[in-house]
């Protein structure tokens, strides 16, 4: 088993910053390709990025590419999502997931986080 905690979010202005964190425990060693989703208020869970473990495969979501970054650091067994530019239409619960294949962007993961807040005031 994989355990997921998500840290970050919160209230911005329209054009500020946020950083997310997705920390992993347990069974790590299994995980290959980690993931942000979101699921804005109403709506279906989308995704986000995704980032396998070297870091040589890396997708986004049409909607956020140039604006959010995903990055990983093994050695502390987390991923990172920094958004910048952030828009009203990026206000969800994000959540971070994990799995032991290769990237995709479908929901198709094995592991998910419980999601932290994210809301953009215009």
């Given amino acids: 088993q994989v355990q997921l905690v998500e ?3 919160g209230l911005v202005q329209a054009g500020g910053s946020l950083r997310l964190s997705c920390a992993a425990s347990g069974s790590i060693f299994s995980v290959n390709a980690m993931a942000w989703f979101r699921q804005p208020p109403g709506k279906e869970r989308e995704f986000v990025a995704a980032i396998n473990r070297g870091g040589g495969s890396i997708r986004y979501a049409d909607s956020v590419k140039g604006r959010f970054t995903i990055s990983r650091e093994n050695a502390k067994n987390t ?3 920094q958004m910048n530019s952030l828009e009203a239409e990026d206000t969800a619960v994000y959540l971070c997931a994990a799995r032991r294949l290769a990237v995709t962007t479908t929901p ?3 592991y ?6 994210v809301t953009v005031s215009s």
């Fill in 7 to 9: 840290s970050g979010g």
């Fill in 108 to 110: 198709i993961y094995d």
């Fill in 79 to 81: 991923v990172y999502l």
């Fill in 112 to 117: 998910w986080g419980q999601g932290t807040q």
